[in-house]
């Protein structure tokens, strides 16, 4: 398995402002995520954060509103933009561990209240 | 349609008991099955792939149908410490993974 932190854990923030979250992995893994999950709800993929290019983004994110960074195989940060009381949720990285049957670990998350 | 569905219950159980539920999802191409338990304020887990042939994990045992598409869970000897939210997920190509919204699953007293 992969031990994975995340900084900050959580976080109130204010409508308008933007807000960075950290992902460190303990290894260096090929395939990185970001997921949101919503209250209540199960977990959407943001986007693939790419070592050395530009983010994947799934339909509905775009890279305005979360810029991903991936410097590096262990490292990897997303912004969440311009926030509104929407976007309130708790943010996961993830990778995937390649061998045999190809598994997904997940950070801890960031939880998000946006006033 | 959604790609993974899950029943989201909740399953009340009592300690001791089985339970079982199942996950459909619609892409008949998805080569890879997992499930994860979810508890409250906290990140999935994995808690086991599903094998064609069908796995064992001590008390959990994991089928996969896909003639029918769907996966399944099955709990024996519910313990208390079972209870979470149990998510389904589908993995059509590498890194290509689709979720379930969780089946939540309550052992009771």
């Known amino acids: 398995s992969a031990v994975i932190s995340q900084k900050p854990s959580r976080d109130i923030c204010q409508r308008g402002t933007s807000l960075t979250i950290q992902c460190q992995v303990d290894?260096?893994?090929?395939?990185m995520f970001w997921y949101r999950q919503q209250p209540g709800q199960s977990l959407t993929l943001i986007a693939t954060?790419?070592?050395?290019?530009?983010?994947?983004?799934e339909s509905g994110f775009v890279i305005d509103k979360f810029p991903i960074s991936r410097p590096n195989l262990t490292f990897s940060t997303l912004t969440v933009s311009n926030m509104s009381p929407e976007d309130s949720s708790i943010y996961l990285c993830?990778?995937?561990?390649?061998?045999?049957?190809?598994?997904?670990?997940f950070g801890p998350g960031t939880r998000l209240l946006v006033l | 349609r959604k790609e993974v569905e899950q029943d989201p219950g909740p399953f009340n159980v009592p300690e001791g008991a089985t339970v079982a539920f199942n996950c459909t999802y619609s892409?008949?191409?998805?080569?890879?099955f997992f499930w994860y338990r979810q508890d409250c304020r906290k990140e999935p887990k994995l808690l086991m792939s599903?094998?064609?042939s069908g796995n064992e994990d001590g008390r959990f045992t994991a089928q996969l149908n896909r003639a029918s598409q769907y996966i399944s869970l099955l709990i024996r000897d519910s313990k208390l410490s079972d209870s979470a939210t149990y998510l389904c997920?589908?993995?059509?190509?590498?890194?290509?993974?689709?979720f379930g919204a969780g089946t939540q699953v309550v052992v009771t007293p």
């Open positions: 993830s990778v995937v561990l390649a061998g045999g049957v190809e598994t997904q670990y």
């Open positions: 290894s260096q893994v090929t395939m």
């Open positions: 954060a790419n070592q050395g290019s530009e983010a994947t983004y």
């Open positions: 892409n008949s191409a998805s080569q890879s």
């Open positions: 599903v094998y064609s």
């Open positions: 997920v589908v993995a059509r190509s590498w890194g290509k993974f689709q």
